[in-house]
Each structure stands twice: as C-alpha cells, then as structure tokens.
C-alpha cells in the first residue's frame, strides 16, 4: 500500500464547474500538506500549503486537511479551460515530501 | 528571474554513458532536493540536502547514482553507465528550513537510448 493515495482520473468538468480533489494518506507523522500544479513536461508549481488540520483560501483555490481522517482535498471554484493539468498532493514530516500519482483534470470550454 | 533553475532541460544519450545534471536552487534556501518522476506518477525522492551536507538517500538511489552540493550552493546529480530504466525527469527543489513548501525547477528529461 502506497503512503499516499490519489485517484489518477482523468477528470473532465465544464468550464465554470466546482472541482474536488482528493488524497488519502496513512503516515500520521505527517504534518505539512501541500497541492501541485504540473502542466506537461513541466516542473509542479506549489499552488497551496497547509501546516497541520484546516482550510485554507487562496482565490479560487481553497484547500483542506483532516489529520484524523487523514484525508486531504483541494477544491477549485469557478474552473477555467486554464486550470487544465496534473494536480499532485503532497506531503512531508520534516523533509522529503512524498507525492500522490497526481490526478490529471480537464477543464472544457 | 531568482526561482530554482535547471541545466540542461533535455538529456539524450546512449545507454553506458555518464550524465551530470546540474541545480541552482533559490539563493536563499539552505535545503536543496532531487527527485525523478516517470510518466503518469508523481514525483519520487531520491535525496537532500542541508547546506553542503547530504542528510538522506533513497533506496532508489543506487551506487550509480551520485549528489554533491560543494560550498552548500547548487548542486550536481551524476548517473554512472546509465540503463534505459534511468530514462525520466528528475527535478529539483528548494527550500528554506524545515518547512515543507518545496519549489519545483523546470526539470531535466533524460532519454537513455
């Protein structure tokens, strides 16, 4: 069993669509959380970062961390045809992170 | 542009060769990562360092495989007698401390052929 889980997809919504992505992990040393953007062939871009249990907006990103369910999600509000890419968790305890297989999301016009 | 920079982009060699890849992290980060990540996975650590010290390996790190980071600025990953298996993109990344927010270079795709 991987530490960290995330569904591959793809995932295709319509333009303007609410969009949930999600990571189950099992290490509960865990305590930072963080999303990734990764167009291809591209290194990630770090779009949200989390310490510990919460939520946390960011425009239209909002992230969310539940340590007792070890559950993570990353909702993307009002989607655009831009927001096309990989989404990868990860997460850390006190140095390398360890990264979910990245869900791929299609946003269409 | 002070964001983590990566040399070269592409690697194209034959299978057997040697490769060096190079890492510029962001001035001011004192920890400095390499990853790879392969096609349709997420990134995978293969080790770090703090300053100019190399804190932790990966097993996937085999004896082909070395890192340096002289003077705790950039950093070198060398592959030895690459395999088509070594095919990938390795990364780099940087931070500052312990804190777990990581920034991404553009990444070296290597082609063993």
């Known amino acids: 069993q991987k530490e960290v889980e995330q569904d591959p997809g793809p995932l295709s919504v319509p333009e303007g669509a609410i969009v949930s992505l999600n990571c189950t992990y099992s290490n509960s040393a865990f305590q930072y959380f963080m999303w990734y953007r990764q167009y291809s062939r591209k290194g990630p871009e770090l779009l949200m970062y989390t310490y510990s249990s919460g939520n946390k907006e960011d425009g239209r990103f909002t992230a969310q961390v539940d340590k007792s369910s070890k559950y993570i999600s990353l909702f993307i509000r009002d989607s655009q045809p831009s927001d096309s890419a990989t989404y990868l968790c990860?997460?850390?305890?006190?140095?390398?992170?360890?990264f979910g297989q990245g869900t791929e999301l299609s946003v269409k016009p | 542009d002070t964001g983590v920079s990566q040399d070269p982009r592409h690697k194209i060699t034959k299978r057997g060769q040697n490769v060096t890849f190079r890492c510029d992290p962001i001035s001011e980060h004192n920890r400095l990562y390499w990853y790879r990540q392969t096609l349709g996975q997420g990134p995978e650590f293969l080790t770090y360092f703090q300053n100019e010290a190399q804190l932790e390996k990966s097993r996937l790190l085999s004896d082909r495989f070395s890192a340096e980071r002289p003077k705790g600025s950039f950093s070198t990953l060398e592959i030895q007698r690459t395999e088509q298996g070594d095919s990938a993109m390795y990364l780099c990344a940087s931070s500052l401390g312990t804190r777990g927010e990581q920034y991404f270079g553009p990444g070296t795709r290597l082609t063993v052929t």
């Open positions: 990860a997460m850390s305890a006190v140095g390398k992170l360890i």
